[in-house]
């Protein structure tokens, strides 16, 4: 059972005690809906008092409990939006950390094993610091090896620092010659010579980086080669950075209107990143909320709502254990957040679609408005037929009144619920916006290592020297494979490396499976813009298509120029790096989908990377293959870069909400380099089955309409009782109305005429009830459950009394009607003369409409026309059965 609290009068479930109060929209509601109870209690009071014969004790209690209800969901759904949104951002910050630190230790432990690092190790031991010339020859060399430092950080601008130190921490080389450490007396130092790990990595501070502070490094040691058991020459230390990460990072997730503080912490709880750091400075620890949905947690004199969650690990790769932490102030953690503008971008018979669709919201919400609208009709019917009795002008005012307070009800219930509808939904675009801009950012970030890849490998010094000899023999080749092959051991996001000389022929390749193409000539555009390269900085991609290498799958192939070591404008060949574009892209896309509370993709979702031509290039919807074209709205196509939005839109049977971002590129990638291939990510979140519209609402009684008028009465005036049948406002002598009744009970007579509905029983009479929208060409109800059945008398032929029922949408007013205001009109519907007169408005009413009084003589005829005696028998037959 669920546990519950009592706040300010209203009982309510535990999980919002504490939060309930924080949450304006609600609150509001509450306020409302109390006001509206207390109108209520006094109009049950005056209603006992004044003998209006109308109970209205049942009806009050059923809106009260249905109000508990409402605040109950209200709630929850609002409580239930806002942890999700911080979940995902707890999740994203620290993911999309681990994947980029995933790439650094397979960037450490490549340069760890450079020929030209352990090279000049090497030569550095033989080199007499009192020897003049081999001073200078060190100094030649250790420019040498610095300026590899800057080729490599050229590439690879996520460090901002290399130190390469001898087995007892001097410092012989580093990219930073401002710092001037001559010896590390860290414990990485050792760590890093013992190791049985690939790396280390440490986020601390160091004495290789002083008045730093903590600093992210990663370390491993050099050997004289790849054997295990090698001899250590010395250690080699890339130094991220880390803080310049972390800013584009939060830039990301962050927009200008949010009060979350997105934070990283150490698995201690301390901040080491911040969003805001005037909020939430480094070097806080946090209280967790890892083991629960969320927590609210105090922090410097204010409660937040937080949520804490640990990676999910990248390859296997989780780091050092941080965390992503959300903080959202507890008094701004449910400002409203709804798109004002969603009913002008979404049409409004798909946001009803939506809104009434068990996919995106609960039984138990969608089931209020339908309660509150059973509790109104039963109310307007019982007023209605109070109306009906009563002959006294302030009883029926009263009963009028009753009637608004019930209305006013129930149109609270439907605005709540609407507004609440509008900001899911809104808050729902909003998520697959920052989703797709997700996914592509995370496609950058990834891309941008390959184009880092090709472009230092090609600077590998063994294929430089070995490519340029006159004739690359079978050794070489061998040379030149093993070392491919090692570097796709530590770099398994390509199925093969290969290198190819100046003609384009095959050299060598990483991947013994894929021996058969070495020899053969690449005859692709791409070699060719390949060897035309001839600065270390440029690379090639190929066009997304099927090629060979990759077993006629579609790819990219990055590749960059191989040149001479002595004359690097000479170009000598170039390697290429074929993507495993597949499960690699599917990965991306998924990362980037909206999860359930088990970590499961939602149902239905999922996502796709497409080019400006709709092509897409990857799907995680087997439905969606890749090379096919999307055939969705191309607007969404044309988005500059870093622009996102999203929409609602009709896709294969459903109502999607669908975000796209095009790719804005990460670091120089695709944003100060010559490369540009604008990708679009978008995810798709189902809404809705698209079904058929619905028949026309049937119209129901506005407050305006005479409510409230004083009767004069007298000879001169006729009292009218109306409804509504489709939207056609009628009405009958109320002298021939006996009561209202709902519409459960009535039950179909097979073979009957075909304006009979069917027969009820009523008073212990079987009387037959008539559905006559076709006569009156109006569309029949599309829920006979919300329709009230009017019974009315009339006098047979032998002038006795009998009784029929009119199922009608909705109940009017009661009104005493002047006689000149009423004209003639028999024909005003069709020749068979249902109308009897038409009701002109009261020229001191508000209302403009006009009813129509139908004729029951005729109705009556109608029915009878044609099989009268088998119809009077069965109703006789039926009613006897009933007595007896």
Known sequence: MTETFVYKDVILPKRLQGIINCMADVESCREELGKLGSQWDLLTILGQMGGTRTDMTGIRMAFQDLTVELLSQLGLESLKKTVQDISAKAQVVVDIVIRNLFERTADIGFLATDDDIRDFLSEIKLFKAKDEGASHDRRKHTAAIVKRFEEYVAKYSVYFDIVLMDTEGRVVAR????????????????????????????????????NAGDSLVYAYRVTQNNDAGSRALGVLALCFRFQNEMDGVFKNLKSEDDWAVITLLDKEGKVIASSDGWHVPIG????????????????????????????????????????????????????????????????????????????????????????????????????WNGNVCESDSSSKVLLWNISRAGSRTKAVFEESIGNLHETVVSAILGDVEFQAA???????????????????????????????????????????????????????VYTNLFVYDSRGRILAVSNPAEEEIVDSILSEKWVAQTLSLRNSQRYSVSPFEKTDLYNGRH??????????????????GGIGIVFDSEPQFEAMLKDSLPRNNRDEISKGCFGIFADRNQTIISSTDPAHPVGEKLDIEAELFSLPNGEKTSCILEYRGQYYAVGACTSFGYREYKVSD????????????????????????????EFGMDIGRARTGGEDCVEMATFYIGAKWLGVNAQCVVEAVNFQGVS??????????????????VIPVL???????????????????????????????????????????????????????????????LAKSVVKPDLGSECSDMFVELNLERLIECLTEGIPDELAAEFNELNAQFQA
């Open 438 to 492: 997700l996914g592509v950012d995370i496609m950058d970030r990834n891309l941008y290592e390959r184009a880092n890849d090709c472009r230092w490998w090609a600077l590998t010094s063994a294929f430089r020297r070995l490519l340029a000899k006159p004739q690359v023999e079978a050794g070489d080749r061998r040379k030149i494979s093993e070392i491919l092959q090692y570097i796709n051991g530590l770099y398994t």
């Open 175 to 210: 990219l930073d010659e401002m710092q001037k450490v001559e010896q590390s007396k860290d414990p990485l130092i050792r760590e890093a010579l013992c190791t049985t790990g690939d790396y280390v990595e440490v986020f601390r501070g160091t004495d290789l980086l002083p």
């Open 555 to 572: 790819t990219y192939v990055y590749g960059a120029s191989i040149t001479d070591l002595n004359d690097p404008s000479r170009v000598l």
């Open 284 to 383: 806080a620890t946090m209280e967790l909320a890892l083991d629960a949905e969320y927590r609210i947690v105090p922090f410097a004199g204010r409660q937040y709502l937080a949520k804490t969650c640990q990676t999910k690990g990248y390859e296997g790769f989780f780091g050092l254990g941080w965390l992503g932490h959300v903080m959202l102030p507890l008094d701004h953690a449910f400002d409203q957040s709804g798109d004002s503008d969603l009913k002008q971008r979404v049409e409004e018979t798909i946001l009803e679609a939506v809104m009434s669709d068990p996919q995106l919201f609960s039984e138990e919400l969608r089931g209020i408005p339908i309660q509150a609208d059973q509790i109104q009709s039963e109310l307007e019917r019982t007023v």
């Open 771 to 833: 559905l006559i929208h076709s006569e009156l060409r109006a569309a029949k109800p599309a829920d006979e459950s919300y329709s009230s059945v009017v019974v009315v008398q009339y006098m047979d032929e032998n002038d006795k009394k009998q009784l029929i029922g009119i199922v009608v949408d909705s109940l009017g007013e009661i009104s005493e009607i002047d006689k000149s205001r009423i004209v003639d009109s028999p024909s005003l519907f069709d020749s068979k003369g």
């Open 674 to 701: 010559s490369y540009r291939n604008d990708i679009i990510g978008l995810v798709f979140v189902p809404l809705a089955k698209v079904q058929e519209p619905k028949a026309g609402a049937a119209l129901r009684r």
């Open 748 to 765: 179909a007579i097979p073979g009957a005429h075909p304006i009979v509905r069917g027969k009820m029983l009523y008073n212990n009479h």
